[in-house]
């Protein structure tokens, strides 16, 4: 990317230190550009926040698939070339997850906040901002809002006002479990399908075993919601015992499926398999895959203690939900991610609609370089929709009756001219996406 000619009016306030507020402030430091990144932490913590440093990541410590024939892992390529910090984060410190990409989160988040922090361009302050008055938006080029799901109060109330009402819905984290508490004679080590190294332990299940657990999951006790908080969930990570809801078989079909996984003791794929994946390099924790919950804290120690070799399971950290904030964004936002009442302010990563890790980091590096070209007085020439980074944000321009949270997938993208079965289909998705993606990051470079 070019870099600006004058520095003296060139200061931009990226608000929210997550992974979307941390690549947004990054790709404009590393434009030529000066950044005030303002992050409340660690002067005050969301529910959900616990670790002074930037880009904590608060679920799992996954970001998904690497395979090029899926829509993230094409997202993830395409950011890879245009310097995204997320992913050189997540390249450094990486742990064995089969294909997908997963990190030590603490060595994650420090290492962005150490080549955040060591930037010259970049002065990081810790304290809530509360209000974006006129005078704060007169001190600065540009400001780029990344505050995250959990938006501060004070923030939400000025961001509901700027967008004319909001939307929200729950968010739930899974639970995670020491080592050394589990009964590892009665799991085994494999990924699906046999591909790659043996990354995953695995909980073989029978019918008896999966029933009896699905069945107190339906009767469990859950958290109340407060009476202001309508109860709507993200159809991509629904609390596990809404799923179990939904039908005797649902949770078979989804986290617990057993497809592509043998026991090596009975020499036969399993009734239903609860996978965990490694938390960090060391394997010494452990994060029950797709166990995204809103039970009480009494009932998850309880339940998921019943699943074999989880009786005397440690829970390092147990699940819980939060609010997720985002706003409706085809109505509000212009398609530079600008609002549309105030086009200096523009708004990067889950607050716009885009979900998950690696689209909340992609929604503020692309904030970062379309507030670059901006101020640079330069046409900016976006993303062709073929690709996966076109593909999201042009999600956010779509109207539809019922805005809700969305994860890349095919299904955003530009439908294929001639009907193909699956597994040609994505690489006719893929195939299509990359020859695009090279051709747009020829012209804008």
């Given at each position: 990317?070019?870099?600006?000619?004058?520095?003296?009016?060139?200061?931009?306030?990226?608000?929210?230190?997550?992974?979307?507020?941390?690549?947004?402030?990054?790709?404009?430091?590393?434009?030529?550009?000066?950044?005030?990144?303002?992050?409340?932490?660690?002067?005050?913590?969301?529910?959900?926040?616990?670790?002074?440093?930037?880009?904590?990541?608060?679920?799992?410590?996954?970001?998904?698939?690497?395979?090029?024939?899926?829509?993230?892992?094409?997202?993830?390529?395409?950011?890879?070339?245009?310097?995204?910090?997320?992913?050189?984060?997540?390249?450094?410190?990486?742990?064995?997850?089969?294909?997908?990409?997963?990190?030590?989160?603490?060595?994650?988040?420090?290492?962005?906040?150490?080549?955040?922090?060591?930037?010259?361009?970049?002065?990081?302050?810790?304290?809530?901002?509360?209000?974006?008055?006129?005078?704060?938006?007169?001190?600065?080029?540009?400001?780029?809002?990344?505050?995250?799901?959990?938006?501060?109060?004070?923030?939400?109330?000025?961001?509901?006002?700027?967008?004319?009402?909001?939307?929200?819905?729950?968010?739930?984290?899974?639970?995670?479990?020491?080592?050394?508490?589990?009964?590892?004679?009665?799991?085994?080590w494999a990924s699906r399908y046999a591909e790659g190294k043996k990354d995953?332990?695995?909980?073989?299940?029978?019918?008896?075993?999966?029933?009896?657990?699905?069945?107190?999951?339906?009767?469990?006790?859950?958290?109340?919601?407060?009476?202001?908080?309508?109860?709507?969930?993200?159809?991509?990570?629904?609390?596990?015992?809404?799923?179990?809801?939904?039908?005797?078989?649902?949770?078979?079909?989804?986290?617990?499926?057993?497809?592509?996984?043998?026991?090596?003791?009975?020499?036969?794929?399993?009734?239903?398999?609860?996978?965990?994946?490694?938390?960090?390099?060391?394997?010494?924790?452990?994060?029950?895959?797709?166990?995204?919950?809103?039970?009480?804290?009494?009932?998850?120690?309880?339940?998921?203690?019943?699943?074999?070799?989880?009786?005397?399971?440690?829970?390092?950290?147990?699940?819980?939900?939060?609010?997720?904030?985002?706003?409706?964004?085809?109505?509000?936002?212009?398609?530079?991610?600008?609002?549309?009442?105030?086009?200096?302010?523009?708004?990067?990563?889950?607050?716009?609609?885009?979900?998950?890790?690696?689209?909340?980091?992609?929604?503020?590096?692309?904030?970062?370089?379309?507030?670059?070209?901006?101020?640079?007085?330069?046409?900016?020439?976006?993303?062709?929709?073929?690709?996966?980074?076109?593909?999201?944000?042009?999600?956010?321009?779509?109207?539809?009756?019922?805005?809700?949270?969305?994860?890349?997938?095919?299904?955003?993208?530009?439908?294929?001219?001639?009907?193909?079965?699956?597994?040609?289909?994505?690489?006719?998705?893929?195939?299509?996406?990359?020859?695009?993606?090279?051709?747009?990051?020829?012209?804008?470079?």
């Amino acid at each position: 990317m070019d870099k600006p000619n004058r520095q003296d009016v060139t200061k931009v306030l990226v608000v929210g230190g997550g992974l979307a507020g941390s690549e947004a402030a990054w790709r404009l430091a590393q434009s030529g550009f000066s950044v005030v990144l303002i992050d409340m932490k660690p002067e005050k913590f969301s529910p959900a926040h616990r670790e002074p440093d930037l880009a904590e990541l608060v679920c799992s410590n996954s970001l998904r698939s690497e395979d090029l024939l899926t829509g993230v892992g094409l997202l993830k390529w395409e950011m890879r070339f245009l310097g995204s910090l997320v992913l050189e984060a997540a390249d450094k410190t990486r742990v064995p997850a089969g294909k997908a990409l997963a990190v030590d989160r603490k060595l994650f988040a420090r290492y962005i906040t150490s080549k955040i922090e060591t930037h010259p361009l970049i002065s990081r302050k810790c304290y809530e901002l509360t209000s974006l008055q006129d005078e704060l938006l007169e001190q600065f080029s540009a400001i780029i809002l990344a505050p995250g799901p959990l938006v501060s109060s004070s923030l939400a109330k000025e961001l509901k006002d700027l967008s004319q009402g909001e939307l929200y819905f729950y968010d739930a984290i899974a639970p995670i479990v020491s080592a050394d508490s589990l009964d590892l004679s009665k799991m085994f080590w494999a990924s699906r399908y046999a591909e790659g190294k043996k990354d995953y332990l695995n909980i073989p299940l029978t019918r008896e075993d999966y029933l009896n657990f699905v069945n107190e999951l339906k009767n469990a006790q859950k958290v109340i919601p407060k009476e202001f908080e309508k109860e709507l969930h993200f159809e991509g990570c629904l609390p596990i015992e809404e799923m179990a809801k939904r039908g005797e078989m649902t949770l078979a079909f989804g986290p617990l499926k057993p497809v592509g996984l043998v026991d090596p003791k009975t020499q036969k794929q399993p009734f239903a398999v609860v996978q965990l994946r490694p938390e960090n390099k060391a394997k010494t924790a452990f994060n029950l895959v797709g166990f995204q919950t809103k039970l009480t804290y009494p009932e998850q120690k309880r339940i998921f203690r019943m699943l074999p070799g989880l009786e005397q399971a440690e829970f390092l950290r147990l699940g819980s939900i939060h609010r997720n904030t985002f706003i409706n964004a085809p109505r509000v936002l212009n398609s530079d991610l600008s609002l549309k009442v105030k086009p200096q302010i523009h708004l990067a990563g889950q607050i716009t609609g885009v979900e998950g890790y690696v689209e909340s980091a992609a929604c503020g590096l692309m904030a970062g370089i379309i507030v670059s070209y901006k101020l640079q007085r330069k046409k900016f020439l976006p993303p062709p929709p073929e690709t996966s980074l076109g593909a999201l944000l042009h999600y956010l321009q779509i109207e539809q009756k019922n805005f809700q949270p969305s994860n890349i997938h095919f299904g955003l993208f530009p439908p294929l001219v001639k009907k193909l079965k699956k597994r040609e289909r994505k690489q006719a998705y893929s195939k299509r996406a990359q020859q695009k993606f090279r051709e747009w990051l020829e012209q804008i470079q």
